[in-house]
């Protein structure tokens, strides 16, 4: 089976712009979830998506958004970049159990200008 | 609330040596309990997870690493290091929660191996 992809791996913007990511997820998984890590915060969650709802989401301003479509795949949205967006954006996915193990990307690096 | 604890950002091993990368959590529900290496420019890998049963888990790798209830702790371990275990390790620590995760991550400590 084929890992999680994320694309694209490195993307450049200025503040003020927006960006969106994308995750596909392994084949059959229905949960993606986002994370961003830096080194001044380390790893920290954004929100999970199954069955194309938002069912858990982290301490992030209303500029980072998500979705999730009916073939699992999802995107991820930063409206407004500020400098601090500068990060490895990291998606994983899991089948949906509680239990189940997540498998994380390569990730997209995110630099602000 | 939950929260996780490295202790260590950097750990040193001459390779051959044993390793021992420590993790105290804090969870007000009995926790599921995680440990991941990254590589440089890769995502997170999953060395093993406790989630019930038995306390002392297996991973990959030959790594391992010990539920302790009454220390709230889960130290990963490895009896001899080799060059490839070089990496970066994250401790995690999610709840109980019937059906999803909220995963909080450590600091992670950075591991170097010394030939």
């Known amino acids: 089976k084929a890992g999680v992809t994320q694309t694209p791996r490195y993307l450049i913007k200025t503040r003020g712009q927006q960006v969106t990511l994308s995750c596909s997820p392994i084949s059959g998984h229905r949960s993606v979830s986002w994370y961003q890590q830096t080194p001044g915060q380390g790893l920290q969650f954004l929100f999970e998506y199954f069955s194309e709802t938002q069912r858990n989401k982290g301490n992030f301003p209303g500029r980072f958004s998500g979705r999730q479509f009916s073939n699992s795949r999802s995107e991820m949205n930063v409206s407004t970049l500020e400098l601090g967006d500068s990060a490895l954006y990291l998606c994983?996915?899991?089948?949906?159990?509680?239990?189940?193990?997540?498998?994380f990307g390569p990730g997209t690096r995110l630099t602000v200008l | 609330a939950q929260s996780v604890t490295q202790l260590g950002s950097h750990v040193s091993v001459s390779e051959g040596a044993l390793v021992l990368l420590r993790c105290n959590y804090s969870s007000s529900v009995p926790p599921y309990l995680f440990w991941y290496v990254q590589y440089p420019n890769q995502g997170l890998q999953l060395l093993l997870k406790y989630t019930t049963g038995a306390t002392l888990v297996k991973g990959i790798n030959g790594f391992e690493a010990e539920f302790k209830k009454s220390e709230t702790s889960f130290h990963l371990t490895k009896p001899s290091a080799h060059m490839s275990d070089a990496a970066e390790y994250f401790c995690a620590v999610s709840p109980f929660s019937g059906g999803y995760q909220k995963v909080t991550f450590g600091t992670g400590t950075k591991l170097q191996v010394i030939p």
């Open positions: 994983a996915s899991r089948l949906a159990g509680d239990t189940d193990t997540q498998y």
